[in-house]
């Protein structure tokens, strides 16, 4: 990937994982100027750096040039190349921030990846690694990235603001991935959750599975929520409590919702029981929204659908949220693809929110790292 | 279309003698037929089927009365009687048989009416109420190459 393709230039600090995702795969260069400029504090955030720093561990020959302010960065792609790697994540963001970039680039590396990623395992604002669990490796399932060493686990669980959480996380490379037609999302059929508490009583997570059943009981009958309780060293520096709920459907579709207490010193305190009934709302209304893919994973699935082989892939959505929107706007720079795009509204069989049917025809991206054996 | 009211005002046709023969206690049938005709192009809405219910079971008592009473000369309170229960069971049987009549005949015309224009309506309807995502998403650029 070391053709010599133009760059592309932004300005502004959004969606800068994306794009720094997008030009690693594409391998066209990225200028990201006015980070930030009128700020106060300007330029790019420590968990930002912390972010750049990660990519250039997994990639080889990469070329980052940031400004004396930290305003203006470019950024030069080498090639992906894994293998085992470790990375302190920091505590401002939690470790899915950066799980859910290196999902989108961990199945193109020449070595198969193994990272242990250590900070904030669970906070309010990313995907936690819970969540990324249960519905993204079944999503990257579906594209045909499998196999033993397929894997994501919490080894400790970190709440902010202290962290000290540690994930694991293994995935095996593929040459092309498989094109998907995900039209049907079928009906739920289960609900599994984790209530999870640090640090605090483990009665809170007893009082969480109550209040959340309370609500969700009433809809189906198998229901299962884990109750996780870690200890000691594996309990991180910080407590803390939460929930993350998924529903599965009869045709292998994830849809998830989540909630976690304030972290410690910050705003009031949160109600175990207000957290179970507002996080099973969540879910009920991530259902609502419904689709093939849950709204956390649209970009990824639609990036898989693009780096597909020459294929006709379609995919069922929900709603699509202002970030996959910015993300397709991105696909198209980087790689000239547009989706065709249909709405469908919802007939009498076919209950909840409107839905949106995303068709592509992949570019055929093969991935060019990988030895051959 | 004209051809097809034709043949629904036919089949109609057909459906009312055949529920005015089912019922077995009508005895002037052909009456019966002719009239329901006129009053299915009277009747087209159904707020006034009360009262013009109401005119038909007069227009045609005397008839069922004299019919009625050819056949019993000899005491007239009974046949005053039997007559008054004929009238009300005549009086549902219409009642309902109008029912139909107004519901199957005019509704299914007003629903054939100009079912191209009206399924053009719908289309450009719908065109208008849902947002044209590829546009929202993509900027006006994708509508030259559309």
New interface residues.
């Given amino acids: 990937m070391a053709t010599q393709a133009h760059s592309l230039s932004y300005a502004g600090c959004n969606f800068l994982r994306q794009r720094l995702v997008l030009s690693t795969l594409s391998g066209r260069p990225v200028k990201i100027r006015k980070i930030r400029a009128r700020d106060d504090n300007p330029g790019l955030r420590d968990f930002e750096a912390s972010f750049i720093r990660l990519l250039d561990k997994i990639t080889n020959g990469s070329r980052i040039e940031i400004n004396q302010t930290g305003t203006t960065l470019y950024y030069q792609p080498g090639l992906l190349y894994g293998g085992s790697v470790e990375h302190e994540c920091n505590v401002l963001r939690s470790i899915g921030y950066y799980l859910e970039s290196l999902l989108c680039l961990a199945p193109f590396m020449k070595h198969p990846l193994r990272i242990i990623l250590r900070g904030v395992t669970n906070d309010q604002v990313d995907p936690s690694v819970d969540v990324l669990k249960a519905t993204a490796l079944p999503l990257l399932k579906q594209f045909g990235i499998d196999g033993e060493s397929f894997e994501l686990k919490v080894v400790r669980r970190g709440m902010p603001p202290g962290g000290g959480g540690e994930v694991l996380f293994s995935c095996p490379v593929r040459k092309v991935l498989k094109p998907v037609q995900l039209t049907d999302p079928g009906k739920i059929k289960r609900i599994r959750g984790i209530a999870y508490s640090v640090r605090v009583s483990p009665q809170m997570a007893n009082r969480i599975v109550d209040s959340a059943r309370n609500i969700l009981n009433k809809f189906i009958p198998d229901i299962y929520i884990y109750t996780d309780h870690m200890k000691g060293v594996s309990s991180g520096k910080s407590p803390g409590f939460g929930l993350s709920l998924v529903a599965e459907t009869t045709n292998g579709t994830f849809l998830s919702a989540e909630l976690a207490s304030n972290p410690q010193g910050q705003g009031a305190a949160v109600l175990p029981e207000d957290l179970g009934r507002n996080c099973a709302k969540l879910l009920l209304e991530e259902i609502y929204r419904g689709g093939c893919v849950d709204s956390t994973n649209q970009s990824l699935a639609l990036l898989l659908m693009t780096l597909g082989q020459q294929d006709v892939s379609k995919v069922l959505l929900g709603p699509l949220s202002p970030y996959t929107i910015e993300f397709l706007r991105h696909l198209k720079s980087f790689f000239q693809i547009m989706f065709k795009i249909e709405t469908k509204s919802c007939g009498e069989e076919l209950k909840g929110g409107d839905k949106v049917l995303m068709t592509c025809v992949g570019i055929g991206f093969s991935n060019l790292s990988k030895t051959l054996k | 279309l004209v051809q097809t009211n034709g043949l629904s005002n036919s089949l109609n046709l057909e459906k009312a003698t055949l529920t005015t023969l089912d019922s077995g206690h009508c005895t002037a049938e052909e009456a019966f037929a002719s009239e329901d005709e006129t009053e299915e192009s009277s009747c087209l809405s159904t707020e006034d089927e009360d009262s013009e219910n109401e005119e038909v079971i007069r227009k045609k008592f005397p008839e069922s009365f004299q019919v009625a009473g050819g056949q019993r000369l000899g005491s007239e309170n009974l046949t005053d009687e039997t007559s008054d229960v004929e009238d009300l069971l005549k009086e549902e049987e219409d009642y309902k048989e109008e029912n139909n009549y107004s519901t199957e005949t005019s509704g299914a015309l007003k629903w054939k009416e100009d079912l191209s224009r009206k399924a053009a309506e719908a289309f450009l309807r719908q065109q208008q109420a849902?947002?044209n995502?590829?546009k929202?998403?993509?900027g006006t650029v994708?509508e030259d190459n559309e």
């Fill in positions: 849902t947002p995502l590829r929202l998403i993509y994708t």
